[in-house]
């Protein structure tokens, strides 16, 4: 199965005389190179010829390099935290239209009404999913989403004359919480969890005082599991005078069925790459934009989009930067090729059919939960929002079979590995989070083969995978080894 060809470049397919096309002779007199390129400026050393291949060797390699990676649209991806939900094909079709891509944000503004419009309700759609009023839809992604937040929140204290300094988050949060704070200028705090995986209220009284800027959380958090304390959370935040932050990067679990701004959220952001069926794009683009209460709307980044009834009983759209505003964090109005494909799914989908997608997620989640909880049972919680946390150990401690080699083998299978090792609270995690969009025979296939994997040879799992066209690169035990690119005793390379 090991798909050799297609980790060999062009220069080595290589085959004298090969051509993808024929030209006709040329009618301009031939001279040597050198009589056009000054002596002093070539490199007469190098071999500059390029590959000669046909056409369909030039085809073939490019397209058997794009199947080398897994993605959602060839494989089940369970990576837990990232919501790899199917992104319709529709959508892409929607955002390609000739309406959507050829309009430039520098038209005039009565030339961009349709854009603006549809903006426009993603904003109030979003409003209404997280329950706050004030939506801006720049923010690029979810980090940046955060640190926007984090910013609106800074101008908002200093507004009314305070300079708090301290973010507060557990410490399953995601990496992008302490980095955003950090990076907004804030002292960051981290809670432990209790021994049931959620908000420890009392080491959260512990650190709450008059230095409380945010207290940030995911609502369902990392481990899948809904912080039923929430409401008392955030009275106790909002009592010493703090804002709460929801990280909104798990809303596929609670989307149309509960809301942050209901449950004490001040501020929250999307992920309409991870929730709204956007594709994730090796790293970009996304869109993270961010609801917040009214109070703080002013302080947005713009513009936002704003709707005016003419005299006549007519809507038209406007640009509008909020009075107080704390900038722009991206150009024009956001990432609108994603913002797109998310409204094209909540148009599509609906009240009801946002709420039954949740359902779906949650259904699924513990599905697979069960199916697995010998294998990897999960130590905390016994039900699981849309993704739960098992553990490896006892396949470690039995077998000697690490998380690192269960996720290594599932790539032979076909399978994109959970997300490992993540949130550190459990030892030999695998946080699986299945989506809504796939079946039950896709689950149980899953589950099939995890049991398979645990009953096969150590040694084989060690070296998996087998199947796919680089072995490990990040493994663990060669990580322990200090890798020599250059040794200083001697100056030449040395193997890796
Ligand atoms: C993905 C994620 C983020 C960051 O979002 P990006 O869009 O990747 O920047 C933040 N928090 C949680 C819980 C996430 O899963």
Redesign the pocket.
């Known amino acids: 199965m090991r798909n050799t060809h297609a980790t060999e470049l062009l220069f080595d397919l290589s085959q004298p005389g090969r051509r993808a096309a024929q030209f006709p002779t040329s009618d301009v007199p031939d001279r040597p190179l050198g009589d056009m390129i000054p002596d002093a400026f070539r490199r007469a050393s190098h071999d500059h010829s390029l590959p000669e291949l046909t056409e369909s060797d030039v085809i073939r390699h490019f397209l058997n390099l794009s199947t080398l990676n897994m993605s959602v649209d060839t494989h089940f991806y369970p990576l837990g ?3 790899m939900k199917y992104n319709p094909k529709r959508h892409e079709r929607m955002a390609r239209l000739p309406g959507m891509v050829d309009l430039h944000p520098y038209q005039r503004i009565c030339d961009q009404q349709g854009m603006l419009r549809l903006l426009h309700d993603m904003q109030e759609m979003l409003a209404e999913i997280a329950g706050l009023p004030a939506v801006s839809l720049q923010p690029a ?6 640190l926007a937040a984090l910013l609106v929140a800074s101008a908002w204290f200093r507004s009314r004359g305070e300079t708090r300094t301290r973010v507060i988050f557990p410490s399953s ?2 990496g ?2 302490p980095a955003s704070a950090a990076i907004a200028g804030f002292e960051c705090v981290q809670l432990e969890n209790t021994s049931d995986g959620l908000v420890d209220l009392d080491e959260l009284e512990t650190q709450l005082d008059d230095q409380t800027a945010v207290f940030m959380i ?1 609502n369902p958090n ?1 481990l899948g599991l809904f912080e039923t304390q929430i409401e008392s959370i955030a009275a106790r935040v909002h009592e010493v005078g703090g804002l709460v932050y929801i ?1 909104g ?2 809303m596929n679990a609670i989307m149309g069925v509960t809301r942050p701004g209901d449950f004490g959220g001040d501020m929250m ?1 999307f ?1 309409v ?2 929730t709204f069926t956007g594709p994730h794009g090796a ?1 970009g683009p ?1 869109a ?1 934009p961010i609801a917040v209460r009214s109070e703080l709307a002013e302080f947005l980044p713009g513009p936002v989009v704003t709707r005016i009834t003419d005299d006549d009983g007519q809507p038209h759209f406007e640009l509008e930067t909020p009075s107080r505003s704390i900038g722009r964090v991206r150009s024009f109005f956001g990432n609108v090729g994603i913002l797109l494909r998310g409204y094209c799914y909540l148009r599509t989908l609906g009240r009801e059919g946002v709420r039954e997608a949740a359902r779906h997620a949650v259904l699924n989640a513990n599905y697979l939960k069960a199916l697995l909880a010998d294998l990897l049972p999960a130590p905390f919680g016994q039900h699981c929002m849309h993704e739960f946390v098992g553990s490896a150990s006892n396949l470690k401690d039995d077998r000697g079979i690490t998380a690192m080699d269960v996720a290594k083998r599932l790539l032979d299978f076909g399978f994109h590995a959970p997300t490992i090792y993540f949130p550190l609270v459990v030892p030999e995690a695998m946080m699986i989070e299945p989506t809504e969009t796939e079946s039950k025979a896709t689950l149980d296939a899953f589950a099939a083969t995890l049991h398979e994997i645990a009953e096969e040879d150590l040694e084989f799992l060690h070296q998996a995978p087998h199947a796919a066209p680089v072995s490990r690169p990040n493994d663990v035990q060669a990580a322990r080894q200090p890798i020599l690119l250059w040794s200083p005793d001697d100056d030449t390379a040395e193997d890796v």
Request: glycine share 20%.
């Open positions: 935290s990232c919501t992604a979810g980090a940046q989403g955060e949060a995601h992008t919480n995911t990392t990280d990067a798990n952001h992920n790459h991870k790293g996304g993270g």
